[in-house]
């Protein structure tokens, strides 16, 4: 061990056994909240959250589906998958506080490449104060599998369903659109390229925007601290994982609501714009069905409005409308398109 | 529609789209806990715990390394998926409320082939009287992965962790151990006497209770009750899903202690003391080595020890000592070994 060398040596983990591996990837982890009773290293994790309602929220992400380690570097992949996991909670108007991180390696992931993945997960837990209380480390057959469960807490009046839009109600997202999917078209893109000719590095500094937008997204905690500060309680909201158009016409069917959309006043990055003509896609679409952009589509009553514009990035993109009136789209050249939930065209021109 | 057959026909899981698997999937969960606030349907759940503690476990079982298909049927995996998590809960002498349940699967499962699974969940749900409030459906590239997170409460006094064991402590078990590890060795003969002459049947009539051991376990809710109705709270405790040994070493590790366990005392069913002897093995490695039985392993201070005698299949088989007086196995004839953390042997002769 004297030897300085030694550490740079791939380390397999079935070197550190089962339990071995766990002390090594937890050992080092920081608890934050009051509410954690007792974390990792008994049969379950204790919390306590005081009254509260407690918030939970569970994802898998499976690597060739969600990720592709020729892309993603593993540090990253846990990330962002504890942020999507803490955007759930965030988008019921809540505060995660815990989470537990299941995860099913093969054997060609070594011991170094799992401190990598940790490291993310755990820079992720210490941006966002969340606390690493428990999981499962086990072997796989093929590619690695992340599963992560968030609990959060809030008070019972705070919580904001999907449920709660009214008509009237304006519609907001908290961020521009679209350039987590033009992050992906690039990233694969120069997969295919590295593939064909696997000499070459990839050239993506030019679109750092866009690429970490899907690489490294960050949850909207922020846009929460500004409710509170301002007291406003959202009607409805969700996080943007599957697209604009998709989430409101989910939050449209919790509501039994219908709405319109401003084609318009969907905000979009210029640099979003400009990769998606470049791709010859029509930027629109990008920002309406491209997913993974991980902002807050909301909806507040029409009394808000004013505190509302005092938010800073959030834009007002519609309006809540009776259900009978069915979810449009209005577009900037004046016209009215039922909304379609989902769908991807490319611009065949 | 009308044609009945229709409904034996094979559906592809791509037919309903990741939504409306959720939904069929999901559409009949009926939720028992007056803790779920919100079960299904948003973006994440919502409980109440009413100022108890609450209690987080979670686990990830991958096909081919935790169950075979060609052995244990759809609804018995999803079965024994729930009921190892809840029994991780119980190990904390608290009582599961839900469950969120994530699965990664690839399109070679149908609709009927989930249906299976989740018929295995929901029955485990009922019989344990807890909310699926949650999860995740994703597309696997190889087998099918099931991670579950379940979440129970309890009165911060009543927890039991595996650190609280004192010498002087008695040291007991729930039931007989090791028949789970003799029905899979069992399953995995058949697997193979199969695979060799696919057209054979497999035999397991006259094996039942190993195999069902095995392939359909129990958590010991039934020992939670009864501690609550003699009033006792044990000192320390955990499941035994790793094998006696393992758990001896890690209740003696947390609570900074020794202990002794005798050979005699360790219950074994007669049908895996049989089928051990068969498979040339010795029955007191395959119980103490053994795994996946999920019974409890748990200590009681010796003011116990009369409530615990009345208790229906507690076995005492040892005594909690010093630290410094190490982990000892008390064999029959009368020798003190130092106990084995794990390590398999089968018997040669």
């Given amino acids: ?39 990792i290293g008994d049969d379950a994790a204790v919390i306590h959250q005081e ?35 803490l955007s759930d909670i965030y988008a019921m108007n809540a505060y995660p506080e815990q989470i537990t991180v299941s995860i099913a390696i093969s054997n060609r992931f070594s011991v170094q490449a799992l401190d990598e993945l940790y490291d993310g997960i755990k820079t992720a837990c210490r941006v966002y104060g969340v606390d690493l209380i428990g999981g499962d480390t086990t072997s ?19 919580i904001v369903y999907r449920s709660g839009a009214k008509p009237g109600d304006i519609m907001c997202v908290s961020g521009d659109l679209g350039a987590a999917y033009l992050g992906l078209q690039i990233l694969e893109r120069e997969r295919q390229l590295y593939e064909a000719h696997p000499g070459v590095q990839p050239d993506l500094e030019d679109q750092e925007y866009l690429v970490r937008r899907q690489l490294k997204p960050e949850a909207r ?18 996080d943007i994982s599957d697209g604009l158009s998709s989430e409101v016409f989910h939050i449209c069917k919790a509501s039994k609501v219908g709405a319109f959309l401003e084609e ?36 507040v009553a029409e009394a808000d409005l004013e505190k509302i514009r005092y ?12 259900e009978k009136d069915g979810i449009t789209l209005h577009t900037t050249g004046g016209n009215i398109h039922p909304l379609k939930a989902q769908g991807w065209q490319h611009v065949t021109g």
């Avoid at 938010?311 to 009776?322: A, L, N, T």
């Fill in 1 to 39: 061990m004297a030897d300085k060398d030694a550490k740079e040596e791939r380390k397999e983990i079935g070197e550190l056994g089962e339990f071995g591996l766990i002390d090594h990837l937890t050992k080092d982890v920081e608890l934050h909240q009051k509410s954690t009773v007792m974390g």
């Fill in 51 to 85: 009254g509260r309602h407690g918030i939970i929220s569970t994802d898998m992400l499976v690597e060739g589906i969600h990720f592709h380690l020729s892309y993603a570097p593993l540090k990253h992949i846990g990330y962002k998958a504890v942020v999507t996991n």
């Fill in 140 to 158: 796989s057959t093929s590619g690695l599998i992340i599963s992560i469960t968030a609990i959060g807490s809030a008070e019972p009046q705070d």
């Fill in 221 to 238: 905690r922020d846009v929460i601290d500004t409710f509170r500060k301002y007291k406003i309680t959202p009607t409805a909201m969700m």
């Fill in 264 to 299: 318009g006043k969907v905000p979009i990055h210029p640099d979003a714009e400009k990769m998606a003509l470049k791709f010859k896609m029509d930027p629109i679409t990008c920002a309406l069905s491209g997913g993974e952009d991980y902002e807050l589509l909301f909806t």
């Fill in 311 to 322: 938010m800073p990035s959030v834009y007002i993109v519609g309006e809540i409308v009776d």
